[in-house]
């Protein structure tokens, strides 16, 4: 059972189009956390979201924790090819450090 | 932040073998764990590997398939024991301070 769903898995688009990337759960975490994964390379931390509601932006990046601290979401505005790349969300429980990844979602963004 | 590099970066193994891969920072840390990425797949959490004591295992993990050394706080090794193909995977090394930091990856086949 994936604790933590992630859509969509696949996602190709135009440059210059937005779109979102959703982290659902029926858990509750302490913090979520975004990353963007290279091929070859490892996971690269985006972000941390902590507080419920919390809404943080990184560039063309918005961030958001849902209120109850089960959901958060990534939206991309104005994607560009540099982008392309596979996304995974995180959620660390109980403030224990260690991390369940979603199922991650592959974006390429076509020039 | 921390600078992971991890060796050997890829290996191509016989079944029934074994691997070893190494793992360094660049800083001394409390927190670290190995994680594996299956072709395709998004991260999970194999153990914690802890310092001075034997590592914590997460669930479908067992210490004789996956030993794990921490001699200090700045190194780590897990063993991949008696291969079969079914381990071919990227093994990851993170580490925490607050935030998580993930190691290049080790990519492993296994014919």
């Known amino acids: 059972t994936q604790l933590l769903e992630q859509s969509p898995q696949f996602l190709s688009i135009q440059e210059g189009e937005n779109l979102t990337v959703y982290c659902n759960s029926s858990?509750?975490?302490?913090?979520l956390q975004w990353y963007r994964q290279e091929p070859g390379e490892g996971p690269v931390l985006l972000v941390t979201?902590?507080?419920?509601?919390e809404v943080k932006k990184l560039k063309r990046l918005t961030f958001q924790f849902g209120d109850a601290r089960k959901d958060s979401s990534l939206h991309i505005t104005a994607a560009q090819p540099g982008d392309t790349g596979l996304y995974l969300c995180?959620?660390?429980?109980?403030?224990?450090?260690?991390?369940?990844f979603g199922s991650g979602t592959r974006l390429l963004v076509r020039p | 932040s921390a600078v992971i590099s991890q060796k050997p970066s890829r290996d191509i193994c016989q079944r029934g073998t074994s691997l070893t891969i190494q793992c360094q920072v660049d800083?001394?840390?409390?927190?670290m764990f190995w994680y594996r990425q299956q072709p395709g797949q998004s991260l999970t959490l194999i153990a914690t590997?802890?310092?001075?004591?034997?590592?914590?295992?997460e669930s479908g993990f067992v210490i004789d398939k996956f030993p794990i050394s921490r001699p200090n706080l700045t190194f780590s090794t897990l063993t991949v024991s008696n291969m079969s193909p079914e381990d071919s995977s990227i093994y990851l090394c993170s580490v925490t301070t607050g935030e998580s930091f993930f190691g290049p990856g080790t990519r492993l086949t296994v014919l």
């Open positions: 858990s509750v975490f302490s913090s």
């Open positions: 590997a802890n310092q001075g004591s034997e590592a914590t295992y």
């Open positions: 979201v902590v507080t419920g509601g």
């Open positions: 800083s001394q840390v409390t927190m």
């Open positions: 995180a959620g660390e429980m109980d403030s224990s450090y260690k991390l369940i």
